[in-house]
């Protein structure tokens, strides 16, 4: 099992940054293929962005593309989110969660996908 802990959300303006961590207690961490998550008031959850065990693979939504950047430190047992040029529909709050799995180049978008799941970090832009 892993605990999950994220930090680092707030109020930004538009066009701003903000870094995301996600930091990883319990089992070894590099068990574990990982993902961002958010959901906005009213929505889904929808995927982010996932990174694989390695952290040789990666998936973006979309919407995040040339703007979000996902990475992994597995000796930190700490995971990654670095968020620039923010719009005020990235609002929502953030997630990461952990899959546990042997294939090293697995990366999965889907919420139920997931095992393990943070209590969330509030991201909110400003127009």
């Known amino acids: 099992q892993v605990q999950l802990v994220e930090s680092g959300g707030g109020l930004v303006q538009a066009g701003g940054s903000l870094r995301l961590s996600c930091a990883a207690s319990g089992r070894a961490f590099n068990n574990y293929a990982m993902g961002w998550f958010r959901q906005a008031p009213g929505k889904e959850r929808d995927i982010v962005t996932a990174i694989s065990r390695s952290g040789l693979n990666t998936y973006y939504a979309d919407s995040v593309k040339g703007r979000f950047t996902i990475s992994r430190d597995n000796a930190k047992n700490t995971l990654y989110l670095q968020m620039n040029s923010l719009k005020p529909e990235d609002t929502a709050v953030y997630y990461c969660?952990?899959?546990?799995?042997?294939?090293?180049?697995?990366?999965?978008?889907?919420?139920?996908?997931?095992?393990?799941w943070g209590q969330g970090t509030q991201v909110t832009v400003s127009s």
């Open positions: 969660a952990a899959k546990n799995t042997y294939y090293s180049s697995y990366v999965r978008s889907r919420p139920y996908e997931y095992d393990y």
